[in-house]
């Protein structure tokens, strides 16, 4: 499992913050930024895009890590969430499953405007991911 240098943790949270500027959340009036952190050391930020059809929306976490596969980028270590709250806010199950299939290892930095940060590995949050018949083997 990685461990984020401190100016790449502050990297990270950076992007998540300024990604909640561009987020799209007229009917929820909740928004979220989010970023991923590659292997290379790429980040890749990511805001919720919601619809009229709710169904239809786009998670702020799902958005930053089909970018980072859209540009072919390596192994996601870290996300970084933010939302302008009191605490902080784990992403939703979704989220997480899809975070899973690409990231089993992957460090979850939720942030907020209140002063505790919440830190935990992927496979704490989600012990027992859905495995498709299809899906990669994703380790216990």
Known sequence: MHRLQPHQRQALEAAARQACACAYAPYSQFPVGAAVLTEEGRIVPGCNVENA????????ERTALFSAVSQGL???VALAIYTPTA??????????????????????ISVCDGEDPLEKFLKTLLPAPFRGQNSPELGA
């Open 53 to 60: 059809s709710l169904g239809l929306s786009c998670c702020a």
């Open 87 to 108: 605490g902080p806010t784990l992403p939703c199950g979704a989220c997480l499953q899809v975070l899973r299939e690409f990231a089993a290892d992957c460090l979850v």
């Open 74 to 76: 390596g192994k996601i």
